[in-house]
């Protein structure tokens, strides 16, 4: 595991304490100390990435309802575009569900086949419409949360391709 990793593993730290930085720092320490990460700067990041965050937490910005949120999205063939989400949000009235992807860049998603069926999957684990869920991305340090939605017909186009990749690689 390297720097991005234990400091995510902080992040989920702070979520479970409701916001105790400092049981999160102590968790983040011993986590740098466990896996050998010495790089003075590095572990400099990762302590500055985790206090930028809980402030951001403690600012309201977002209602965090759910840290690691197991997702199962059946593509056919015996395939199963599975994994966890690391955070999901909610709005104050409780229409708007986000699934916020921590420490992933959003340019690098806005052209994937993934990010249609992660909100399909997000919304089918959570129990809601898939108009009603976001999917999102955020910087671990809390900053540059970017938001993406897509409507039915992308979704479904999306699931489409998925599947058909699906049944191909199953005849491999």
């Excluded at 930085?21 to 400099?44: E, G, H, M, W």
């Excluded at 992807?101 to 994937?112: F, K, N, Q, V």
Aim: aromatic share 6%; net charge negative.
């Amino acid at each position: 595991m390297g720097y991005s990793g234990v400091t995510l593993m902080a992040l989920y730290r702070l979520h479970k304490t409701t916001g105790d930085v400092d049981d999160a720092i102590l968790y983040l320490d011993n986590l740098l100390d466990r896996y050998t990460l010495n790089n003075p700067s590095r572990r400099k990041d990762a302590h500055s990435h985790l206090r930028s965050y809980s402030r951001w937490l403690a600012s309201g910005a977002m209602n965090p309802v759910e840290t690691k949120l197991r997702i199962s999205l059946p593509l056919g063939a015996g395939v199963i575009l599975g994994g966890q989400i690391p955070r999901l949000d909610v709005d104050g009235s409780f229409t708007k569900y986000t699934g916020v992807l921590l420490g992933t860049s959003m340019p690098s998603l806005r052209h994937e086949l993934r990010p249609p069926l992660l909100q399909r999957a997000i919304a089918s684990a959570i129990h809601r419409p898939e108009e009603d869920v976001f999917l999102a991305c955020q910087a671990l340090d809390g900053s540059d949360l970017q938001e993406l939605h897509f409507v039915h017909d992308d979704i479904d186009e999306a699931m489409s391709v998925a599947e058909r990749l699906a049944y191909t690689l199953a005849s491999l």
